[in-house]
């Protein structure tokens, strides 16, 4: 396919608003992996969706944040009640494989919270 | 806690030069080590891993766990190697997907 997806490529929003990042993973990946990288950072990990087995949310910073992945293909990652920290592009990447490293990633949601 | 320094922002060199992009790491176990790339108005992408002890794009990079280091190496530079370069830790043992990202290097290679 064409590659790790991800919509919208920009968002801006309110301070306290919800908002839903969306990534579709190369079809038949079964490794799918959420980072964020806030400005003049590294890539920060948030969570890790493994083939049927349960996600490792160790990453994620607060319960603000949940994300879910339905049907083993796309998926949303979910901020509730938007603080101005949350500002950073959230990059989704996808592998073949899982346990392994992230190989393809997105071009990233750039989210700004005003 | 597992951390990552990438000790230049921004590195220059003349096409045709060296290029040593430094990178440390501090963690008491056995680390995986990466390196990523991201070209301008493209996609983060992995370059290379120190496990597999490959030479991508005349990039190697060795891992060096007395001094706690996997510097990224080209003995000669070339302009399309203009991009920003991040160092990646990974715990061993704990799979390979909770990278710990070091801030980035902005190599710029001046034609």
């Known amino acids: 396919g064409a590659g790790v997806s991800q919509s919208p490529s920009n968002k801006v929003t309110e301070k306290g608003k919800d908002v839903e990042l969306r990534c579709d993973p190369i079809?038949?990946?079964?490794?799918l992996y959420w980072y964020r990288q806030s400005l003049g950072q590294g890539l920060e990990f948030l969570i890790y969706f493994q083939g049927n087995s349960a996600p490792d949310k160790s990453g994620l910073p607060s319960d603000r944040f949940s994300a879910e992945r339905t049907g083993g293909s796309v998926s949303t990652l979910t901020i509730q009640r938007t603080q101005q920290e949350d500002s950073a592009v959230y990059l989704c990447a996808s592998s073949r494989d899982t346990g392994n490293q992230p190989q393809h990633f997105g071009d990233g949601t750039r989210l700004s919270i005003l | 806690a597992q951390r990552v320094t990438q000790p230049e922002k921004l590195l220059s060199v003349f096409k045709g030069a060296p290029v040593e992009l430094k990178c440390n790491y501090s963690y008491s176990g056995s680390p995986e080590l990466f390196w990523y790339v991201q070209y301008s108005r493209q996609r983060l992408q992995l370059l290379l891993r120190h496990i597999s002890r490959e030479s991508i794009k005349g990039f190697t990079a060795d891992l060096n766990k007395g001094e706690t280091s996997f510097h990224l190496k080209k003995p000669f530079a070339q302009e399309e190697d203009s991009a920003m370069y991040y160092c990646a830790l990974s715990l061993s043992g704990a799979g390979s997907y909770q990278l710990t990202f070091g801030k980035g290097t902005k190599l710029s290679v001046i034609p």
């Open positions: 079809s038949g990946h079964t490794a």
